[in-house]
């Protein structure tokens, strides 16, 4: 086993990993009585470095935060300084309730004004208007609320970036017809949104990925249209969301690993 321990083709280590799925999204969720909290991912080759030097500097002006550290196969990635529970805890059991519809229609609001992308009420008569009341009013009773919906926003972002490393999601690619570089799909989907919540809807009847891995490994992403539909809390979009990004980058992980291993093997010489 000397042949790959410890490195992309150690595909043992790679299993271990999948199966500590559930332990992992509990914490970058609901955090850790030790150690650093919010999202972390262990690292395939040399994580970031694995990445073009141009690809880097691009997310890092998209607003992302890249970690500085440099990265061995198999060492942590933390991705951001707080879990999602710490967020909570900033708002108050009290207030989130009405902490989750404040972001949710401030959200949808952008999309509404952006691309007439329709919102809960808005059929029944919950005018652009009347929401942004809403906002106004909750901001003002609430002044440190803005700089939560940020952290929600700033988590959301974040965990895009496992995406990134999975290689799920492109940063810069060539257009094909013009030869151009241009934006990949995370600075598409980081440049799309001032004001980002994940805004899925309550849908009787149809059954909805819940799944990150399996033989098409996914975390999910994918362009919003719009609904009249009730929200989904808050809560919910974010465990979906968080769970689907691991599930998915440890899946694929795990395939890189065997693809690895069987090149190693390739390679080995036997006389």
Do not use: C
């Amino acid at each position: 086993m000397a042949l790959q321990e410890d490195t992309p083709s150690d595909f043992v280590s790679a299993y271990q990993s999948l199966l500590h799925i559930p332990s992992e999204s509990a914490r970058a969720l609901w955090g850790s009585r030790s150690g650093r909290e919010g999202i972390r991912v262990r690292s395939t080759g040399e994580g970031f470095g694995e990445l073009r030097v141009a690809d880097v500097e691009a997310l890092r002006v998209a607003g992302f935060n890249i970690p500085t550290e440099a990265s061995t196969h198999g060492h942590w990635i933390y991705l951001n300084k707080q879990s999602f529970a710490a967020i909570r805890e900033k708002v108050g059991k009290k207030g989130w309730d009405e902490f989750e519809v404040y972001g949710q229609y401030k959200a949808a609001l952008e999309r509404y004004g952006a691309k007439g992308q329709e919102y809960p009420g808005l059929a029944d008569g919950l005018s652009p208007v009347d929401v942004q009341t809403f906002i106004d009013d909750v901001e003002r009773r609430n002044p440190d609320w803005k700089k939560q919906f940020r952290n929600v926003n700033e988590y959301m972002d974040q965990l895009l970036l496992v995406s990134v490393l999975s290689g799920e999601l492109s940063v810069l690619k060539k257009n094909a017809e013009t030869g151009e570089i241009e934006m990949g799909d995370a600075l598409k989907i980081k440049a799309q949104w001032a004001d980002y919540w994940p805004l899925p809807r309550q849908v009787e009847d149809r059954a909805t990925r819940g799944q990150g891995g399996g033989t098409d490994p996914s975390a999910g992403i994918k362009g919003a249209h719009g609904s009249a539909l009730p929200f989904r809390t808050l809560t919910e979009a974010v465990e979906t969301r968080t769970k689907m990004a691991l599930e998915a980058y440890y899946t694929n992980r795990m395939m890189l690993s065997i693809r690895n291993f069987n090149e190693e093997l390739g390679k080995f010489d036997y006389a």
